[in-house]
């Protein structure tokens, strides 16, 4: 009898074990997107902006954020970041591309990306400002999606944390 419940037992093992690995499959990656990661760009509609022009501590932490949100998203490995350097006039020519109609699609695609990627800082004052990240699909200009955050402080601290939530929490969330 024990020997009967034991090579039960164990046919039953083998029987599961053969179908868990009948059924499991490694988990296919998705390719990385190409991506043009645009520099973020200051919308200041703040009254010292209108007073004083440009500051030069904000126009750092624009390459701050853009150069982090470039590093964020090749480590996620899901996006490959593509460069920018051979369309640096075209980028120009187009001034604001938060304005430029979906130019950045064009120049985008011209540089192999799947899809672009902008970025602006909206400064209402010192202490209120959004942060907005937009995504166009490179071939057909189609808007893929947007995110924003607004965050409190005119500060590295503060610009770095809206970046990194929206990247953790909107942008790489599965």
């Known amino acids: 009898m024990d020997r009967a419940r034991t090579a039960f037992r164990s046919k039953t093992i083998a029987t599961t074990l053969a179908l868990c690995v009948g059924l499991w499959q490694p988990a296919v990656a998705e390719p990385a997107v ?11 509609t703040s009254l010292e902006g ?3 022009g440009t500051r030069a501590d904000e126009q750092r932490r624009l390459k701050m954020i853009s150069d982090e949100l470039r590093r964020q998203l090749g480590e996620s490995g899901r996006y490959v970041v593509v460069d920018q350097r051979p369309a640096a006039d075209a980028i120009a020519q187009a001034g604001y591309l938060y304005g430029c109609n979906g130019c950045e699609a064009d120049i985008a695609r011209a540089l192999g990306a799947e899809v672009a990627i902008i970025g602006t800082v909206q400064k209402v004052s010192n202490l209120i400002l959004n942060i907005n990240i937009y995504l166009r699909d490179a071939n057909s200009g189609d808007p893929l999606g947007g995110m924003s955050v607004d965050i409190r402080g005119n500060t590295d601290k503060s610009w770095f944390r ?3 939530y929206l990247v953790r929490n909107r942008l790489l969330k599965k």
């Not at 190409?34 to 200041?44: G, H």
């Open 34 to 44: 190409q991506a043009a990661v645009f520099d973020f760009e200051l919308i200041d």
């Open 50 to 52: 209108e007073m004083a």
């Open 162 to 164: 809206g970046l990194s």
